[in-house]
T-cell receptor, first 110, second 113 residues
């Protein structure tokens, strides 16, 4: 069965610092992988997705993620965090249906 | 504009009073799904539909019903709501068989007292 683990429930970073959010998945075949962001009181917005090909994918808002098959990971990164990036981030695997991780809440401090 | 529209955004109701949360999409997507989001549990799938008149249970279907009479609409029905159904609900849609990811509605925050 598909599953997603986001090991970090809450992360706090300083504005301007780099960010890495971890995601590990379990999937029987080549996975489709996604990162979504949910700002407070909002719905979920797709940041980026991986289907195949280049293992480093670029998304919106300056985010990128790297697929590592050997580690079953799809970690999300951003070189310099802005205060507006404070939100909850969800990793997901699959297609129809999508299976979501429990999320990582990102706080940004000045 | 391509979108998934949920109504209402907020709802407070009493235990046992039947309610329906509507979901409509304008993208001609075959696949539609309902999720509930609870703190510490992430998003859990309630029901999904692969096309008109084709629905199936997700991970947490107890206490919910759905219908898919038209391709664009996928209402979520709580026939006898209970306090443990207090949650944030999301409807989502996607083309079937294409890994484009879901388009989500803005959410419905339901409180059952």
């Amino acid at each position: 069965a598909q599953s997603v683990t986001q090991p970090d429930i809450h992360i706090t970073v300083s504005e301007g610092a780099s960010l890495e959010l971890r995601c590990n998945y379990s999937y029987g075949a080549t996975p489709y992988l996604f990162w979504y962001v949910q700002s407070p009181g909002q719905g979920l917005q797709l940041l980026l997705k991986y289907f195949s090909g280049d293992t480093l994918v670029q998304g919106i808002k300056g985010f990128e993620a790297e697929f590592k098959r050997s580690q079953s990971s799809f970690n999300l990164r951003k070189p310099s965090v802005h205060w507006s990036d404070a939100a909850e981030y969800f990793c997901a695997v699959g297609n129809t249906p999508l299976v979501f991780g429990k999320g990582t809440r990102l706080s940004v401090i000045a | 504009e391509a979108q998934v529209t949920q109504n209402p955004r907020y709802l407070i109701t009493v235990t046992g009073k039947k309610l329906t949360v509507t979901c409509s999409q304008n993208m001609n997507h075959e696949y539609m799904s309902w999720y509930r989001q609870d703190p510490g549990l992430g998003l859990r799938q309630i029901y999904y539909s692969m096309n008109v008149e084709v629905t199936d249970k997700g991970d947490v279907p107890e206490g919910y019903k759905v219908s898919r009479k038209e391709k664009r609409n996928f209402p979520l029905i709580l026939e006898s709501p209970s306090p443990n159904q207090t949650s944030l609900y999301f409807c989502a849609s996607s083309p079937w068989g294409h890994p484009y990811g879901y388009t989500f509605g803005s959410g419905t925050r339901l409180t059952v007292v």
